[in-house]
């Protein structure tokens, strides 16, 4: 409920297609920026009441491809993918400073309905959480509350269409009315994917998606998310090395609350620029 | 270190006698205190139902009634002024003397129709004023017998004291054991108790104004209570920041809890019906005192059950999009429904019992007729119980139990209720 | 129109604004085609509008079903006859009696005076208007909001932020009226002590030994009689408690003992319900059972070993609502018996120490705090009981010690004299508001260490 604002930000009228220009002076090794950023994230700190969690980082996501994210535990990759759609409102005592501009708009601008950018920022959880209602309603929800569909052929459709791409139309046709709750862990994280999809986001946030599936069930995810590449941004925390580099076209490495470097994902794996970078890919620590 | 472990272990096993006789005594100390509260419960509600069964049947006669126009002092039906003021009484006795031709003078004519209720004129004048052609014919009907013959059937007087001591002469004990040697008099089930107002007359009384009052009250105090209590817990758990102010309001909430029911009462009476100049004795003002006394328990068990939903379906529904009331709505409170009915039902069953704070808003007064609407007098089941429970007759004692059984058999359905909704829709994360 | 019907005019009156609402905001994105362009769902433009009508008039609606009676009171009663203005309050309060009893039907008109059949006519008419006015102020107020929703309306209106911050202020509403409730009851007995404590000193209250308010009935006695000393009532609460304790904390503990730690899961699943139905059992029950069934029985017993017990005595009223208690204290004390750590009593078993010693020694030891608090719930419970004592305990004002006695609450006190007829302003009444201004505040104190207490303990094992 407190996130800081910074007043700024919206002020400045960059164009949605370039990105914004990074401080100088940045402690992050590699290239932060891309030619056509969905969002700019730019001295981003975020504080859980004294503790100072993230130390400004400065990021662009760009559009249709996979940003992964890794890092060792608790240096802040969940608290980052939290900025990106304000979840961290809803932590009592988060606060966030800097700015983080989605298409020329400071999502912490007073003016910046959460809701509305909720529904533009999708997110997918690490343990899956579908609704303890039934598959339809799942996928439904979203389109619902956000009067995506006129009526209920619409509705239907969108549903349809959602759980197809999530590829789990088939499995699931049957028994549209049963509960949600009652899939497969591997199904119910597909499910969580469709219900965020059903909505037609711009990006999609990924908190270690597989961490609670077996292989297989990971390796349908996986495939999914190359799909959905074709139209969102998505942007992915992970603990495999290998799922990053399966998966992701940059990846960005965090430690200890600061981003220390971000670069190709294929580079990052083969060259890795700095000093802890190296050691984690290596397998030295975390 | 002068004791080995073998003297270590004689000193241990010569204490162990003792050790195991205080274990048992502790032991047999449990045992008995539990055995006094399940004691009590069964005597309490054996006591109860040994001396409430018999009010749901009572004593009936059957007579051979003549309306006659001379005994009536009638000589047209068709007046209802004159309907009104003819003399009933006279045609019950005749129809008793009919069958007991030595009942001459009277007193014992009136002895002989004091076994009837006067119920039965009643009955007679109901019927006669919606047929007047009833007059001078004759008719077969069954009345309520008075509560002294209905007492005596049910072994509630005892035959062998002294006449004196007894309400029932000698005499009228003859004349009942005769009607009832020729069929015309016994137990038959009670309608009247669940279908009657209150009344000065036992045998007449019922609980039914009692029954629609408790229904009028407890009415208001759900509609109140709920809604308020639910809203409250929502704001609580899901809305509050965690300030002072938010520490207030739940110290208070837990402190209200527990203040004493007749305090409320007090308050219903200074507010309610000295500052707003709302109605004494009507289940409106007692609803809404009661609602204020349920509303903790509501708010406590509801928040209860919203804490309980988890934090991952708040996290799924605000990363669609959705507002946080959307959010509560949609998601966490018909996950929490069962719990916050539970909590609801076991407030409304304590309401349903609660008697003080209505004595204080004047719920308490003697009222015939059963209330027809929120503002009408009225009075609720536990103070009928009360009132009866003050009365001297021995026959209400019989019926105070009655409806000691009603009362009891409603909060029976009511938690009952209460335990299936919990388990039936408890839900394991 | 009568207040109902107000209502139900205003409800359907509301369902309109939902509709223009809902239906405008349609209408400015040309159809259902167009939801996506409006910033909130059509419904929410609905709510809206309809809370804009409705809540002003509503609360309007509110006060008027509060204020109107006594208002239009006030101006029948100034207009009655002189001899009646002239007479005093009193009187002019009797006659508006009379023109409500008039009014209600519950007097016939034959029977009542010329003046007061001409002040209910004045009344009729009076309310007649009132209700006029009400409608029309209604139906004013809810085109004022309908016009200005209309108006508002736009598709880049964030309509379901305000509807959703207006019903977030009533949630927050709701959460508060609990210190209201308390606030009120404070009030409301502190106003009327104070007027008690302007003819009774408070000292003579709190220290006096002699209770009989009844005898207060020669105007110069009134207040001056000294017969509100208000001592016997504490030492007869706190007797029937004293003895409600000795029996609900021991019998109570002891249960909560033996379920917690010794019975098996069987005896345990049907005992623990068993006890718990004692809790739900109404108190009236409690007290026509100890009225007639345990207290003759305690006076047979006593006959029977020659002791003279009085038929409704302390102890009889004690018994019964120790009885009553015991669930109360056993649930509480299980609490905080099962909050005790494993490891405790592990550390107890593993030096050899027997089952009830583990227990004494350890268990209880460290829930002692917990269990202290319950038990003082339990006390507050006990004094602030009504209906026990009420049917049980007697009305004599006995300053004794012996439990075979009659004696009386302050509870039974407040019942009595509010019960009944009753003028206001009486001493008498306002008397039972300065008791209940007591047993408020002693509760009160009570609940809140108690409460404290256990949330300490809690806190610590947690
Ligand atoms: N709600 C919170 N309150 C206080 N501190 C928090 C909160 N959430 C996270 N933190 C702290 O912020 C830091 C970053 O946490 P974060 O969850 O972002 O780590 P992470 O990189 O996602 O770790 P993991 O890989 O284990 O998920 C950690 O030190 C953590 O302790
Ligand atoms: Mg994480």
């Not at chain 1, 920022?121 to 039934?134: A, E, H, I, R, S």
């Not at chain 2, 209720?117 to 009643?122: E, K, Y």
């Not at chain 3, 209600?104 to 007061?116: K, L, N, Q």
Request: glycine share 8%; proline share 5%; with cysteine.
């Amino acid at each position: 409920m407190s996130a800081a604002i910074d007043s700024q930000s919206s002020a400045s009228p960059a164009t949605p297609a370039a990105s914004l220009p990074v401080a100088e002076g940045i402690k992050t090794t590699g290239r932060v920026t891309v030619d056509n950023p969905i969002i700019c994230a730019r001295g981003v700190n975020v504080y859980y009441d004294d503790k100072h969690a993230l130390r400004d980082v400065s990021i662009d996501i760009g559009r249709n491809e996979v940003l992964a994210m890794i890092g060792p535990s608790g240096c802040g990759k969940s608290t980052f993918l939290r900025t990106i759609n304000r979840m961290n409102d809803t932590i009592p005592g988060a606060r966030v400073t800097g700015q983080m501009v989605m298409e020329g708009q400071n999502i912490y601008d007073r003016r910046q309905d959460v809701v509305q950018l909720r529904a533009r920022v999708g997110m997918v959880f690490q343990k899956p959480n579908p609704f303890p209602k039934t598959i339809y309603e799942n996928v439904a929800y979203g389109p619902r509350i956000h009067g995506l569909a006129a009526n209920r052929a619409e509705l239907d459709e969108i549903v349809h269409t959602s759980l197809r791409r999530a590829g789990l139309w088939e499995e699931v046709k049957e028994r549209l009315a049963q509960p949600g709750t009652g899939l497969s862990g591997g199904q119910q994280q597909r499910l969580c994917i469709a219900r965020a999809i059903a909505v037609d986001p711009e990006v999609i946030l990924m908190d270690e998606p597989c961490s609670a599936l077996d292989p297989i069930a990971t390796a349908r995810i996986e495939d999914l998310i190359d799909e959905l590449r074709e139209s969102y941004a998505i942007v992915i925390v992970t603990h495999s090395m290998q799922q990053a580099a399966r998966v992701s076209q940059r990846t960005a490495y965090f430690h200890l609350g600061d981003l220390i470097e971000v670069g190709e994902t294929d580079r990052i794996f083969t060259n890795p620029r700095h000093k802890l970078t190296e050691d984690y890919i290596t397998g030295r620590f975390g | 270190m002068s004791r080995t472990a073998a003297d270590t272990r004689v000193l241990v096993e010569k204490s162990l006698r003792r050790r195991y006789r205080a274990e048992r005594r502790f032991r047999i100390y449990g045992i008995v205190s539990v055995f006094v509260g399940v004691a009590f419960v069964l005597f309490l509600f054996s006591t109860i139902v040994g001396q409430g069964i018999t009010a749901f049947r009572q004593a009936h006669i059957t007579l051979d009634v003549h309306y006659d126009a001379a005994a009536l002092g009638l000589d047209d039906s068709s007046d209802p002024a004159l309907l009104a003021t003819a003399n009933y009484p006279a045609v019950v006795r005749n129809a008793l003397r009919d069958i007991f031709p030595e009942a001459e003078g009277r007193v014992a004519s009136r002895a002989l129709g004091a076994l009837v209720s006067v119920s039965a004129s009643h009955e007679l004048q109901r019927r006669l004023e919606a047929d007047p052609s009833l007059l001078g014919s004759r008719e077969r009907l069954r009345f309520l017998a008075s509560a002294d013959v209905d007492q005596l059937l049910k072994g509630g007087i005892d035959r062998t004291l002294p006449e004196q001591a007894r309400p029932l002469s000698d005499q009228q004990i003859a004349w009942v054991d005769a009607l009832t040697a020729r069929g015309q008099l016994g137990l038959a089930f009670n309608k009247g108790f669940l279908s009657q107002g209150d009344s000065r007359e036992p045998e007449q009384a019922g609980v039914l104004g009692a029954l629609k009052g408790s229904l009028y009250t407890l009415v208001i105090t759900l509609l109140l209570s709920f809604p308020m209590g639910v809203a409250a817990a929502i704001y609580l758990e899901e809305f509050a920041p965690r300030n002072r102010w938010t520490d207030l309001v739940e110290v208070n909430i837990n402190n209200l809890a527990a203040v004493p029911s007749i305090v409320f009462g007090l308050l219903g009476l200074a507010l309610f019906l000295n500052v707003f100049g709302m109605p004494r004795s009507a289940p409106l003002v007692g609803g809404l005192v009661l609602s204020l006394l349920t509303l903790p328990t509501i708010i406590i068990a509801s928040r209860a059950a919203i804490k309980a939903v988890p934090p991952s379906i708040r996290e799924a529904a605000l990363g669609m999009g959705a507002s946080r009331l959307q959010m509560v709505s949609d998601h966490v409170l018909p996950l929490a429904m069962p719990g916050v009915l539970t909590g609801t039902i076991i407030g409304m069953a304590r309401a349903l019992g609660e008697t003080a704070p209505l004595l204080m808003i004047g719920m308490v007064a003697f009222i015939v007729d059963p209330p027809r609407g929120f503002t009408d007098p009225a009075t609720v089941l536990p103070v009928q119980i009360y009132l009866w429970a003050d009365s001297p007759e021995r026959a209400f004692v019989e019926r105070t139990s009655a409806a000691i059984m009603v009362l009891l058999a409603f909060l029976i359905v009511m938690n009952a209720a209460a335990v299936v909704l919990r388990s039936r829709f408890e839900r394991r994360w | 129109m009568s207040f109902s019907a107000s209502l139900l005019l205003l409800l359907a009156l509301i369902a309109l604004g939902y509709w223009v609402g809902r239906s405008r905001s349609l209408q400015l994105v040309g159809g259902a085609g167009g939801i996506r362009r409006l910033h909130s769902l059509p419904s929410y433009y609905g709510i809206l509008a309809a809370l804009w009508c409705g809540l002003p008039a509503l609360l309007v609606l509110a006060l008027w079903a509060g204020f109107q009676d006594s208002f239009i009171s006030r101006l029948v009663a100034a207009g009655a006859p002189a001899e009646v203005l002239a007479a005093g309050p009193a009187h002019v309060g009797l006659f508006m009696n009379d023109v409500r009893n008039l009014l209600a039907g519950s007097i016939a008109s034959e029977s009542a005076s010329e003046a007061v059949r001409a002040a209910a006519g004045h009344y009729i008419q009076l309310r007649g208007i009132a209700r006029m006015a009400l409608t029309g102020l209604l139906v004013v107020i809810v085109i004022v909001g309908l016009a200005f929703a209309r108006a508002r309306i736009a598709p880049d209106y964030r309509a379901r932020n305000a509807v959703e911050s207006v019903l977030e202020k009533l949630l927050l509403a709701c959460s508060t009226l609990a210190v209201f409730v308390t606030v009120g009851i404070f009030l409301s007995v502190i106003y009327e002590s104070v007027l008690f404590f302007r003819q009774v000193p408070v000292h003579e209250f709190l220290f006096g030994t002699t209770w009989s308010p009844q005898t207060a009935m020669r105007a110069d006695q009134v207040g001056s009689s000294g017969s509100f000393g208000a001592v016997p009532l504490f030492v007869g609460t706190a007797m029937i408690s004293g003895i409600a304790m000795l029996i609900a904390v021991p019998v109570g503990l002891l249960s909560a003992i033996y379920l917690a730690e010794y019975a098996t899961r069987r005896f345990r699943s049907w005992a623990k319900p068993l006890l718990e139905v004692l809790a739900g059992i109404p108190t009236v029950v409690y007290g026509f059972f100890a009225a007639l069934t345990i207290g003759p029985a305690l006076r047979g017993i006593g006959e029977s070993v020659g002791l003279d017990v009085a038929s409704e005595s302390a102890l009889a009223a004690g018994l019964v609502m120790g009885i009553m208690i015991i669930p109360f204290v056993s649930s509480l004390a299980d609490d905080m018996i099962t909050a005790v750590p494993q490891s405790l009593r592990d550390g107890a078993y593993a030096l050899g120490a027997t089952r009830s010693e583990t227990i004494k020694q350890v268990v209880l030891r460290a829930a002692l705090p917990g269990i202290v608090g319950g038990v003082l719930l339990a006390v507050s419970r006990a004094v602030g009981e009504t209906m026990i004592v009420v049917m049980a305990a007697g009305l004599a004002a006995n300053l004794t010690a012996n439990p075979f006695e009659a004696v009386t609450t302050v509870t039974v006190q407040i019942v009595t004299l509010l019960t009944g007829d009753q003028e206001f302003d009486s001493p008498k009444t306002l008397a039972a508001f300065a008791l209940g201004l007591v047993l408020f505040i002693l509760t009160l104190g009570l609940n809140f260490l108690a409460l404290h207490i256990v949330r300490k303990y809690r806190e610590q094992y947690e």
